[in-house]
């Protein structure tokens, strides 16, 4: 099917790692991403990363692709609550002639003390 | 400072009325698509556009029609015919080049018809 699939919520302490994970369906997709959305505002991209690509490292955020699997998961270290926001895997696919962003439904993530 | 802009931020509806949302980008760039959000859901694509004066239907395009008279502007109307507008639209914009292509989100308009 057409779905992009996540876990919908993943609950944290303050200092640990965060992974959340993301499986997707089109194996001829060029590019995956993941954006944040903090309450009330718009996506923001976080990271991206090429389909030829294994692991993407960008300070505290490590991104893993396993093109076999067509599994993503996204990496915070020592997660922080300015982290807590609903986080969105998107795999990009040209459709028509034009790029399309397929969305999974998000992660909430949530950063206790 | 260069970015997308979403007017108004929250919006109220009567049923039967129709309504339009602006969506401003000064980013210079060619595409824009439009979103739609609801809880529990990822993003929905309404409708896109790649050039002005020409836009394509995106996977739930019933009930809403879009204008791109100006590279800068593309509105979204939320017609009467839309059976269910309450939710989280949200206006994005990108270069669309064939590389890592990042779409632009603006902060989004929250609609509720009463």
């Given amino acids: 099917g057409e779905d992009v699939e996540q876990s ?3 609950s944290v302490r303050e200092g640990d ?10 194996s001829s997709s060029t590019y995956l991403y993941w954006y944040k959305q903090e309450p009330g505002a718009g996506l923001q991209l976080l990271t991206y990363i090429f389909s030829n690509m294994d692991m993407k490292q960008d300070q505290r955020l490590t991104v893993l692709l396993n093109k076999k699997d067509k599994h ?3 990496r915070i270290a ?10 969105f895997c998107a795999e990009r696919r040209r459709s028509g002639g034009y790029n399309k962003l397929i969305f999974g439904a998000g992660t909430r993530l949530a950063v206790h003390p | 400072d260069g970015g997308i802009t979403q007017s108004p931020k929250y919006l109220f509806r009567k049923e039967g009325q129709n309504v339009t949302l602006s969506c401003e980008q000064n980013l210079n ?7 739609r959000q609801d809880p529990g859901q990822g993003l929905r694509l309404i409708y ?3 050039i002005v004066n020409d836009f394509q239907k995106g996977d739930i395009a019933e009930g809403y029609s879009v204008s791109r008279e ?4 593309f509105p ?13 639209y949200l206006c994005a914009s990108t270069v669309d080049r064939e590389y890592y292509n990042e779409q632009f989100f603006g902060p989004g308009t929250r609609l509720t018809v009463l």
């Fill in chain 1, 8 to 10: 919908l919520f993943l």
């Fill in chain 1, 17 to 26: 790692s965060s992974v959340i994970n993301c499986t997707y369906t089109d």
């Fill in chain 1, 72 to 74: 993503l998961s996204l």
């Fill in chain 1, 78 to 87: 020592d997660t922080q609550t300015g982290d807590s926001a609903i986080y």
């Fill in chain 2, 29 to 35: 760039h060619d595409a824009m698509y439009w979103y």
């Fill in chain 2, 48 to 50: 896109y556009s790649q």
């Fill in chain 2, 70 to 73: 100006k590279k800068e502007s």
């Fill in chain 2, 76 to 88: 979204l109307t939320v017609t009467s015919a839309q059976k269910n507008p309450t939710a989280f």
